[in-house]
C-alpha cells in the first residue's frame, strides 16, 4: 500500500474544508481557502485559491490568484493530464482550464472564460461570450496586454479593455446581441433581450 503526503512549507495557510489529496506541494506563504480541492499540484510561493475550486495536475507560479469557481479539466475520460500556470497570473472566477494548457507568466484571465489553448506571458484571455463573436468560437486572447502597474483611473483600463474588444469585433461582427460592460476590476460579455 502506497502512503501519499503532501508538503507544506512555511505560512502555508489551508481552509477551512479543503481537501488536500495525495502528492501535493504548497511553497511558503500559499494560501488555500474555502472548499478548494489539490490533486498531485504544486502551489507556488504567495500564490492564492481560497473559494471552492479544483486544481489537479497543477503547477501554479509564485503570486498567482486563482479565482473562485476555478477548476483544471485534467481528465478527459482516458488519461489525466497537466495544467502549467505561470507567475503573478490573474485567473477571474468560475474559469475553466482544459488541460493540457500552459497559462504564462502574468496572463490576465476573464471571469467565465474556458481555456483550451496556451495563453501567452501578459496574454488577456476574453471569457466565453466574447469569444463566441470572434472566428466561430475560437479561443481568442489579446496578447502582450497589461493590467496599468499604478492603475491611475479605471477609464484607462475600460479603454485598452474596449479597444482589445473592437478589434475582436472587426475580426467577425457579432450574430447576436452581445453587451459590454465592466464589473469590478474585469469585463463581462452578457446577452442583451430584445424584443420585436
Known sequence: MRRAQ???DDRVIIGPFAR???????????????????????IGEG?????????????IGTKSNIGAGTI?????????YPTSIGSKVFIGSDT?????????????IAAGSTITEN????GLELPAAARSIN????????????????????????AQAAACFEKAQKITPP??????????DFFTFSRRSFTT
Not at 119 to 122: E, G, Q
Not at 138 to 158: D, F, Y
Not at 176 to 183: C, I, K, L, Y
Open 96 to 108: 475553466a482550464l482544459v488541460a493540457p494548457v500552459r497559462v504564462g507568466d502574468g496572463a490576465y
Open 175 to 184: 450574430k447576436s446581441g452581445f453587451s459590454f460592460r465592466p464589473f469590478g
Open 6 to 8: 503532501s508538503r507544506l
Open 72 to 80: 483544471t479539466c485534467n481528465y478527459d475520460g482516458f488519461h489525466k
Open 20 to 42: 488536500l489529496r495525495p502528492d501535493n506541494h504548497l511553497k511558503a506563504g500559499a494560501r488555500i481557502g474555502n472548499f478548494v480541492e489539490l490533486k498531485k499540484s504544486t
Open 119 to 122: 495563453v501567452p506571458s501578459d
Open 135 to 158: 472566428l466561430a468560437g475560437r479561443q481568442k486572447n489579446a496578447a502582450r496586454w497589461r493590467l496599468p502597474k499604478n492603475q491611475k483611473s479605471r477609464e484607462e483600463i475600460e
Open 47 to 59: 500564490t492564492k485559491a481560497m473559494h471552492l475550486s479544483y486544481l489537479g495536475d497543477a503547477k
